[in-house]
């Protein structure tokens, strides 16, 4: 069974400082794996994903996430933090074979100025 | 692009009352349909999903039902609500045949209170 395990539950960081919110998961099969970003009383928007080719994965507010296969981990970071990236961060698998995707517990990120 | 509506936004309801919860999809067709609750520090827990009409696969035992009466409607109900019931009811769709699941798109959620 898959699982996802997102290390820290609160990472509060300064405005312009570097953040990187640690995700790691299980599987025994190919996956597909996610970020999503949740506002206060909001549903979850995706951030960004790996599917296959480049490990490297970019979103177009400056964060990005590595896919490490052997040590089964996708941290997503970002060089320099700004008040309005102050939310909760979802790390997700989806298995290659089945039409469930399985959430990590949230990072909550606070910018402070 | 897939749209969701979802409604109440909020809802409080007395332990022992019934609940019905409705959510559905604009801009796609046969959709994988979910439920997730939120609870506070615990993340997103996948309650049913949907590959289909009529299809319901349900993730943990619990006080809860769901339903799926046409294609792009996912309805969540229960007979008798608990105070555990509590909680973020997302409804999400993703796009997927069962090769893997490459994105998923939720709803604004309805904020359960029982009291």
């Known amino acids: 069974a898959q699982s996802v395990t997102q290390l820290d539950s609160q990472v509060p960081v300064f405005e312009e400082a570097p953040v990187e919110l640690r995700c790691n998961y299980s599987s025994s099969v190919s996956v597909y794996l996610f970020w999503y970003v949740q506002y206060p009383n909001q549903g979850l928007q995706l951030l960004l994903k790996?599917?296959?080719?480049?490990?490297l994965v970019e979103s177009i507010n400056g964060f990005e996430a590595e896919f490490n296969k052997s040590q089964t981990s996708f941290h997503l970071r970002k060089p320099s933090v700004h008040i309005s990236d102050t939310a909760e961060y979802f790390c997700a698998v989806s298995d290659d074979g089945g039409f469930k995707t399985i959430f990590g517990a949230g990072t909550r990120l606070f910018v402070k100025a | 692009s897939q749209t969701i509506h979802q409604w109440p936004a909020t809802l409080v309801q007395p332990v022992g009352s019934p609940l019905s919860l409705e959510c559905t999809v604009e801009?796609?067709?046969?959709?994988?349909l979910y439920w997730y609750r939120q609870a506070a520090g615990r993340g997103l827990q996948l309650l049913f999903y949907?590959?289909?009409?009529?299809?319901i696969s349900s993730e943990v035992p619990q006080n809860l039902s769901a339903s799926r009466p046409q294609d792009r409607q996912f309805i969540l109900s229960s007979k008798k609500l608990l105070l555990s019931d509590s909680g973020f009811y997302l409804c999400a769709t993703s796009t997927g045949t069962g090769g893997g699941q490459t994105e998923a798109f939720f709803g604004q959620g309805t904020r359960l209170t029982v009291v």
């Open positions: 801009g796609t067709s046969n959709p994988n």
């Open positions: 790996y599917l296959s080719g480049s490990t």
């Open positions: 949907s590959v289909g009409i009529g299809q």
